[in-house]
């Protein structure tokens, strides 16, 4: 049986899964898909072809290297672009597919630009947006998805959640929750605090909320950064982080390095 959604996800549209040429597709997917089908929100789709790779790929000094011979060739702005091509239809075929397993409305929009401006543009005030890790593992085109486990990639890893006292913190525990349950993953909270004291009392409000929902561990961080954060979810091998906060606050070198699928969970929407 599905898990009810929320009070306070409730409003809840889309979840926008954000996903550029370098991303890792499998991981968001799962976490894209697992917010979807847990809040009864669409999963949209949004690829981001880099435009400084194909200003690159017009220069006259661009090299590839051939997988097989290892050896340079000029690189041809119609390789780039057939590419592009490629990926995006392979993502538009997982996301049917995946839509399709879970009953789930779905769209896909392929747009050119740089991730946190078309991020941004794209996700509204009532969407959940989904950022990819960014490594290159893009699957091949006849890759098939588990049928046998809905979410392979994420049941293995645990969802986090930063659970920071802020005013957006109970929403992003109660999304985690959603996505722990829907994909059969452990949630621990990560509680940044100065003090023993701090971190049982954000401990005890956590566990207050989360007193009918999925079982959690708890995970003192005594640095609140962004850096700190993102350090930890790398070194623990999160299979997915949600993030009271927004897109703007990670620099762009920072969304590079993305450790794993980031939820990023906006406060309330007065929409």
């Known amino acids: 049986m599905q898990n009810p959604i929320p009070a306070d996800t409730a409003k809840v549209r889309r979840i926008v899964m954000a996903l550029d040429t370098a991303s890792s597709i499998l991981p968001s997917m799962e976490a894209a898909a697992g917010l979807a089908l847990g809040l009864h929100a669409e999963l949209a789709g949004l690829f981001i072809e880099d435009e400084r790779l194909l200003r ?52 896909l929009e392929v747009v050119r630009g740089e991730m946190r401006r078309s991020a941004l543009a794209r996700a509204g005030p009532s969407d959940l947006l989904v950022l990819g890790r960014s490594q290159y593992s893009w699957p091949g085109a006849s890759r098939r998805v588990d049928t046998a486990r809905r979410f392979p ?6 969802v986090a959640v930063v659970f920071d006292g802020s005013a957006t913190a109970p929403r992003a525990l109660s999304i985690g929750g959603t996505l722990a349950g829907v994909t059969g993953s452990e949630l621990i909270v990560l509680v940044p605090a100065a003090s023993a004291q701090a971190f049982n009392d954000l401990r005890q409000r956590a566990a207050q909320q ?12 005594g640095d609140s ?38 939820v990023l969970i906006p406060s309330h929407s007065h929409s």
């Open 56 to 107: 690159f790929a017009g220069l006259p000094f661009a090299r590839e290297f051939g997988y097989a011979s290892a050896s340079a060739r000029p690189l041809a702005p119609a390789s780039v672009e057939r590419a592009l091509r490629v990926q995006s239809e392979q993502l538009r075929r997982l996301l049917a597919a995946t839509a399709e397993r879970l009953s789930l409305a779905w769209t």
């Open 153 to 158: 990639a994420l049941v293995a890893h645990r």
């Open 210 to 221: 989360l007193v009918d929902g999925p079982v959690a561990n708890y995970l003192l961080l």
């Open 225 to 262: 950064s962004r850096e700190s954060i993102l350090r930890t979810a790398r070194e623990r091998h999160f299979g997915a982080l949600l993030w009271p906060g927004r897109i703007e606050d990670l620099t762009p070198a920072q969304l590079v390095e993305l450790p794993c699928p980031v």
